[in-house]
């Protein structure tokens, strides 16, 4: 019902920007809730910011500051900027999205992922 898919990763220095994109495909694209997730290497997938459909947004304390997320209901898209970027960065980031009110894994959707890589 829903398709999710990341574009934006790539290699950036340490102190640099990179904007990820999600392009949403389906019908509840627009009144679901939004949020960009990363998994590095050995670890497990954290969530590093959301949004929901009146634009309310919350994020981890360790990107607080840095990344903004932003979601152009229009256009089927979320987006996250990312500033100031560190290695601890780098990982594969995820976008995802579900139902508002639920975080069951049952209705969560994900995208195929895109690597950012942060050199020092």
């Known amino acids: 019902q829903v398709q999710l898919v990341e574009s934006g990763g790539g290699l950036v220095q340490a102190g640099g920007s990179l904007r990820l994109s999600c392009a949403c495909s389906?019908?509840?694209?627009?009144?679901?809730?939004m949020g960009w997730y990363r998994q590095a290497p050995g670890k497990q997938r954290d969530v590093v910011a959301r949004?929901?459909?009146?634009?309310?947004?919350d994020y981890a304390d360790s990107v607080k500051g840095r990344f903004t997320i932003s979601r152009d209901n229009a256009k089927n898209t979320l987006y996250l900027q990312m500033n100031s970027l560190k290695p601890e960065d780098a990982a594969v980031y995820y976008c995802?999205?579900?139902?508002?009110?639920?975080?069951?894994?049952?209705?969560?959707?994900w995208g195929q992922g895109t690597q950012v890589t942060v050199s020092s």
């Open positions: 389906g019908s509840m694209c627009t009144i679901n809730v």
């Open positions: 949004i929901t459909n009146k634009g309310v947004t």
């Open positions: 995802n999205t579900h139902p508002t009110g639920t975080t069951d894994a049952r209705y969560m959707y």
